[in-house]
T-cell receptor
Framework: AQTVTQSQPEMSVQEAETVTLSCTYDTSESDYYLFWYKQPPSRQMILVIRQEAYKQQNATENRFSVNFQKAAKSFSLKISDSQLGDAAMYFCAYRSVTGTASKLTFGTGTRLQVTL | NAGVTQTPKFRVLKTGQSMTLLCAQDMNHEYMYWYRQDPGMGLRLIHYSVGEGTTAKGEVPDGYNVSRLKKQNFLLGLESAAPSQTSVYFC?????????????FGPGTRLLVL
């Protein structure tokens, strides 16, 4: 079974600065999908960014980008020009391409604080 | 287009009581899921469904039952609630296996079992 580890329970960043959230995973599969979700205080789960393992190029969505290191099984999220609205829980998630259920395996999350 | 909705938003139960959580989606999605979220544990899959009339167990199915009689609805039942089932419950849906298809989440149901 796959596992996802987020080793930083909490992180803090100043407004306008850059922060990187870490995620590692364990799998024996060669192709899979990886996601970062944001959960603000409203509790709504919001997709931030996605990456397919066979793609070498790191995904980017505006101020959010990932550093995907397949050999190291690492999938970190970089937030540039941090804003107060970025304060939230961030979850890394893994999805297999095999099987029929499209299930997600989540990490335990990193709480991001954004300070003035 | 409401997306994924959950009913109720909050509920308090006494130990031993039963209840049903309703999840509805209007996106014609095939797959639906129930998760629970506990502090420090992330989201864990309880049960899921890959189509109308089908259900399967996830990571933490004990104490829960589910039904998917209609494609748009996925019900989660607690037959005899226990304090260990105090949690926030999320429903999610996805069209299927297409690349990059994420899961779309409902707003969550907070359940407190006394």
């Amino acid at each position: 079974a796959q596992t996802v580890t987020q080793s930083q329970p909490e992180m803090s960043v100043q407004e306008a600065e850059t922060v990187t959230l870490s995620c590692t995973y364990d799998t024996s599969e060669s192709d899979y999908y990886l996601f970062w979700y944001k959960q603000p205080p409203s509790r709504q789960m919001i997709l931030v960014i996605r990456q397919e393992a066979y793609k070498q190029q790191n995904a980017t969505e505006n101020r959010f980008s990932v550093n995907f290191q397949k050999a190291a099984k690492s999938f970190s999220l970089k937030i540039s020009d941090s804003q107060l609205g970025d304060a939230a829980m961030y979850f890394c998630a893994y999805r297999s391409v095999t099987g029929t259920a499209s299930k997600l395996t989540f990490g335990t999350g990193t709480r991001l604080q954004v300070t003035l | 287009n409401a997306g994924v909705t959950q009913t109720p938003k909050f509920r308090v139960l006494k130990t031993g009581q039963s209840m049903t959580l309703l999840c509805a989606q209007d996106m014609n999605h095939e797959y639906m899921y129930w998760y629970r979220q506990d502090p420090g544990m992330g989201l864990r899959l309880i049960h899921y469904s890959v189509g109308e009339g089908t259900t399967a167990k996830g990571e933490v199915p004990d104490g829960y039952n589910v039904s998917r009689l209609k494609k748009q609805n996925f019900l989660l039942g607690l037959e005899s609630a226990a304090p260990s089932q105090t949690s926030v419950y999320f429903c999610a849906s996805t069209p299927g296996l297409a690349w990059g298809e994420t899961q779309y989440f409902g707003p969550g149901t907070r359940l407190l079992v006394l």
